[in-house]
């Protein structure tokens, strides 16, 4: 069964950092587009920043020059790395991916279960 997993979730304050993970689990042959999203209460979720096969980075305004996505197929994993959090920041945030099961030929979209941020004084 091909799983999402994110770690790092924690509750920090306004200017610190954190570092999120997510791992795929085995039983996959292939990682394409990898993707974090947030989710603040009351809100829709929302496109934080993402990374091609190519390592081409995106980020939406919000967290540009704060949050830098990176990953390493070999373990399988994507990071965010979270600096000068502000209370804003503050949601849970979700793990997409789009995976290549070892018995498919095709990939499909992937979502974690999520990992709560929160920052607060």
């Known amino acids: 069964q091909v799983q999402l997993v994110e770690t790092g979730g924690g509750s920090v304050q306004p200017g610190e950092s954190l570092t999120l993970s997510c791992t795929a689990s085995e039983g996959i042959s292939g990682i394409d587009n990898i993707a974090w999203y947030r989710q603040a209460p009351g809100k829709q979720r929302e496109l934080v920043a993402s990374?091609?096969?190519?390592?081409?980075?995106k980020y939406t305004n919000a967290v540009k020059g704060r949050l830098t996505i990176s990953r390493d197929d070999v373990k399988r994993t994507v990071w965010l790395q979270m600096n000068s959090l502000k209370p804003e920041d503050t949601a849970v945030y979700y793990c997409?991916?789009?995976?290549?099961?070892?018995?498919?030929?095709?990939?499909?979209?992937?979502w974690g279960k999520g990992t709560q941020v929160t920052v607060s004084s």
């Open positions: 990374i091609t096969y190519g390592e081409i980075k």
């Open positions: 997409n991916a789009d995976l290549q099961p070892l018995n498919s030929e095709v990939y499909s979209n992937w």
